[in-house]
């Protein structure tokens, strides 16, 4: 094989990998972003990005684990409203730490199937930007009963 034939076949293949990473949204539906270092799963509806690509400066915090309130609930806070064009952006971090030899992973899982982080381990974030008003419910699929909502409005 000459080298113009073996440098046809690297570039393809470059495009091939870059492809299988892309996901091209719906006009008028959400698009997310994951960081992916630390976090065991892909998400679904997202683009994964290199580990060092930050969220927008303008998003939501929203925290994941034993945030010391009582009811427990592990999304704090559990309500966030964020405005199209200004900050729609959710960022969710994963702040529960190890309990002894338990790692407490997280995720957050859209009611609707929209979204999905994929396992997030202690530490990791994943964020989705909204595109659509509306009001958005989601949940910790280790622990179903940590639930949360995202009100968009635009």
Known sequence: MGLAAGSIIA???????????????????ATSSQISS?????????????SNQLPPANSVSVNIGDLGAYPYNGF????????????NTVVWQNVD????AQ??????????GLFNSGTL???AEWWFTFTTPG???YYNGY???ETGIVVVES
């Open 11 to 29: 570039i393809v293949l470059i495009v091939a990998v870059f492809a299988a990473f892309v996901h091209v949204n719906a006009p008028g539906q």
């Open 121 to 123: 381990a202690p530490s």
């Open 135 to 137: 009001t958005y419910s």
């Open 103 to 112: 790692t407490v992973a997280a995720s957050v899982v859209s009611t609707t």
């Open 76 to 87: 704090g806070p559990t309500t966030v409203t964020v405005f199209i064009g200004v900050n």
């Open 38 to 50: 630390q976090s065991g799963g892909q998400a679904t509806n997202s683009t994964t990005q290199a």
């Open 97 to 100: 730490q190890t309990h002894g």
């Open 143 to 145: 622990y179903p009963s």
